[in-house]
């Protein structure tokens, strides 16, 4: 999409080191794995729609079937959309414009990285094919990924591709920041999208090791015979789901960061207005999360065996990091105050993620309380409480940044219409599909079951309403996705600066950019801010 481009060459984004060209194709796989993945969503809940078998083959053979739905769709909705959604697609376009830098640090590992990506998002596409398809869920806990006939190397295998990728990005991203920001652009200038990147990535050069040697130990334990997660033979399943959920919880908040960060941009373009506190929300808010985020893992594992006094101590690190969330939130309020705020398709995205963050966070309370987790923690609650605070926040950042800076990345500017027709489908379908779940979870409904007929008879009725909210957001992301396609090929022509912004993407570059991103190198001075509205 570049504006010296002549036409489309595959050769030319098959080899590109540019990152712009590198950030789209992360968006292109992105999308892909979130399409298929959220294809497993509409099986699962039509096959929760009742109690007993629906769609699966019959009652011997349907958890197996469930649990491959609910394998992929936890997968590739997590690694392979949300993370390279946000900080592969968003930070390698943004990023290096942002700071006004000509491309990243380590461009040849930049294209690296992202086929690493294209082949975990390959491999775990194999599950369809391959006989002994992958049954271990999205977490491969063991005994069970242990001992199932299932294909545990393959759900390994693109763990290790798409984090090994991920590390490449987090090591590039951070040197790219800190080496290669513009003449006289200090750190107090940086967009709050470049600040959420840096702090993610931070926490992901430290974090995904640890996953990648729990899931090589669970390789050893199948097929090598080693018995680190056995206890018959010494070894300890809790250490599994310990250093699982030591990646795993800081992750929630390598994508909570970034998808915080594109709302920043937006909120103060459209309200023409700075950035509310941008101190506390930068040092007291993203790097305190930094520094707390390793030490909340264990309220995923209060009903596993630990000392009380663990659990006591890490319930209250839970509590602590609502305080950095907190002023971050505050902080996004306080941007749109006495704003002349525009209510276009990416601002629609962020307030309706105000609406989430109130929910997700407010459900988020009770789950950090040892006496409530213990009774709601295995229950559709959680299931509820997650989509709205991480998977459908996060997803409408991604969406949110994709129509924001979608004539930047074009030339073109979106169909408004078709775009606020699929944000209405996915805002409502999104809280029909989990308000039952908050519901029934209160009530005792488990989560992953995929046959709940010994339950309540009125919870047949919560799941067919909820399934009936999950076509609803299908509908939307259909229109969605495809309003992009269509505007990328015949949308209008779209002005360098459509939204009025003072960031150095939208005043200093072509649009779509060229190869070098700025025809001349840019400077900044001492008072220059992206948040400089009057």
Known sequence: MSSASSGFKLGEWIFTTDHKRIGVLYLIGSIAAFAVAGLMALLIRIEQSSPGPTIVSDAFTGGDQYNVWLYFHGAAMILGFLIPGLTGFAANYLLPLMIGAKDVAFPRINALSVWLFWAGIVVALLTFIVPDKPDVMWTGYPPYSITT????????????LMGFSSILAAVNFLVTIIYMRAPGMGW????????????????????????????????????????????????DV????????????????????????????????????????????????MCLIVVISGEVWIHHLYYSGMPDWLRIGQMVTTLMISVPVGLMTISLFGTLYKGAITFNVPMYYGTAALYL?????????PLAMTVMAVHLGETSFVHAHFHFI??????????????????KIAGKMLNEKQGKLGFWFNFIGVNITFWPLFIIGVEGMPRRYWD????PV??????????????IVAIGMILTISNWIISAIRGE???????????????????????????????????????SYK
């Not at 109130?358 to 309370?365: A, E, Q, S």
Request: net charge neutral; hydrophobic share 50%.
């Open 458 to 471: 009125h919870f047949g009725a919560y799941h067919k309403v909820a399934t009936i909210g999950a076509f």
């Open 493 to 531: 022509k779209a002005p360098s600066n459509p939204w009025g912004s003072n960031s150095l993407e939208w005043t200093h570059t072509a649009t779509p950019p060229g190869p070098g991103n700025f025809p001349t190198p840019v400077t900044v001075d001492a008072n220059w801010t992206p948040y």
């Open 149 to 160: 006939a299932g294909n545990t190397a393959l759900y390994v295998f693109t763990v290790h």
């Open 238 to 285: 809790l250490l599994y789901q310990n250093l699982f959920w030591f990646y795993s919880h800081p992750a929630v908040y390598v994508i909570f960061l970034p998808a915080m960060g594109i709302f920043y941009e937006i909120f103060s373009t459209m309200s023409k207005n700075p950035i509310f506190n941008y101190k506390a929300a930068v040092y007291g808010g």
């Open 357 to 365: 963050l109130l929910i997700g966070g407010l459900t988020g309370i």
């Open 188 to 235: 107090n200038q940086l967009n709050m999208f470049v600040w959420s990147c840096f702090t993610a990535l931070i926490i992901q050069l430290i974090f995904v090791p640890v996953l990648a040697a729990a899931v090589t130990l669970l390789l050893f334990d199948r097929y090598l015979g080693t018995h680190f997660f056995d206890p018959a033979n010494g070894g």
């Open 452 to 455: 709940y007929s010994q339950f």
């Open 390 to 407: 991480m998977g459908i926040f996060s997803t409408f950042a991604v969406f949110a940044a994709v129509d924001f800076w979608f004539p």
